[in-house]
């Protein structure tokens, strides 16, 4: 006796309707009107308290009163800067150029407001050279500047420093700028800078000028 055949599969099945396939493009179809749905928002910061608000406004009038605090203290703790920095520094000699120069880093170290003394000590320097008085460059904190002090020295000691005054004064006034911020931020900016045009003038200080002045 023979079985009987299988009975035909739905039409449905038979077309992939149902299926794996269907389930596989019902899967697609999903995950497209997922995409096609807008992206969550996150949610806002929350807005700063009345106690945040007053706390800023009293570190940004602080701020803004340092320099007129500044302007007030300077007279008792940098007497020396006070008086010297509108002085007319106006001379185009070795010692004028020097003054000036070391009074523009003086005044700049003041506005820092914690270096006051640095301040103090480098408008000391500028009144040194203003009446012509020998200054002496800031001790070397490493090999590196310990070399750039002897070079400096050593050129100074020349008909150069005579000859080329500006380069002469800009060099011993960057060194020395050098050095003090080597202390107070090592391998900062400020202080690559001045070592940069510490060597630049020193530079020309030991090549045309020294050639054009023996």
Known sequence: MMRPLMPPLP????????????????GSERT???????????????????????????????RSAVPL???????????????????????????????????????FLGRQGVTILEAERFAKKAEAARDGRPLEPEAAAGPEMAAMR??????????????????????????DAWAERERAWPGSEESDRYRREAEENLQALGGPCRRDGR
Do not use: M, W
């Not at 749905?37 to 406004?57: I, K």
């Not at 300077?74 to 509108?86: M, Q």
């Open 150 to 175: 002897r070079r400096l020295l050593d050129l100074l000691a020349t008909p150069a420093r005579e000859h080329c005054p500006v380069f002469a004064a800009v060099a011993f006034s960057r060194y």
């Open 11 to 26: 039409a449905a099945q038979q077309t992939g309707e149902g299926g794996v396939g269907a389930r596989a493009k019902r």
């Open 69 to 107: 605090l500044l302007l007030f203290l300077l007279p008792a703790c940098a007497p020396t800067l006070a008086e010297i920095r509108n002085q007319p520094l106006d001379r185009a000699d070795f010692p004028g150029t020097l003054a000036r120069e070391q009074r523009r880093h003086a005044i």
């Open 32 to 62: 497209e009107r997922v995409a096609r749905q807008p992206a969550l928002t996150r949610r806002p910061p929350p807005l700063p308290s009345p106690a945040y608000d007053a706390g800023e406004g009293a570190r940004k009038r602080l």
